[in-house]
Nanobody
Framework: EVQLVESGGGLVQAGGSLRLSCATSGFAFDDYAIGWFRQAPGKEREGVSCITSITESAGRTYYADSVKGRFTISRDNAKNTVYLQMNSLKPEDTAVYYC??????????????????????????WGQGTRVSVSS
């Protein structure tokens, strides 16, 4: 059974850090791009950061403008896990964060599209989400 399980969310003060994990199983992790998306209360889903597959695209990374310089995405192929290190957190980062998997061929075709909310319906597998709350 395919599973993506997020963890690491919580309550943190502005300026603090959190490290989110997305543990996966049941599919060919090496062949999939992984994206982090978030949805804040009363707002639409947005793309946060994505990383391409190791086998096809050598783990290229993409970031939303709002998180560049603060967030870092990485993947540990031995553990089938993707991480999102979030530093210098702001109240506007408050949201439920989801990880999702899509085939690398689709992602490579249009990386900016597939790492955005517009492309998110094309992701094949989704986790349940982990909540991040940043207080001011």
């Amino acid at each position: 059974e395919v599973q993506l399980v997020e963890s690491g969310g919580g309550l943190v003060q502005a300026g603090g850090s959190l490290r989110l994990s997305c543990a996966t199983s049941g599919f060919a992790f090496d062949d999939y791009a992984i994206g982090w998306f978030r949805q804040a209360p009363g707002k639409e889903r947005e793309g946060v950061s994505c990383i391409t597959s190791i086998t096809e695209s050598a783990g290229r990374t993409y970031y939303a403008d709002s998180v560049k310089g603060r967030f870092t995405i990485s993947r540990d192929n031995a553990k089938n896990t993707v991480y999102l290190q979030m530093n210098s957190l702001k109240p506007e980062d408050t949201a439920v964060y989801y990880c999702a998997a899509t085939t690398d061929a689709k992602f490579t075709w249009a990386p900016n599209y597939y790492c955005s909310a517009a492309g998110s319906p094309s992701y094949e597998y989704w986790g349940q989400g982990t909540r991040v709350s940043v207080s001011s």
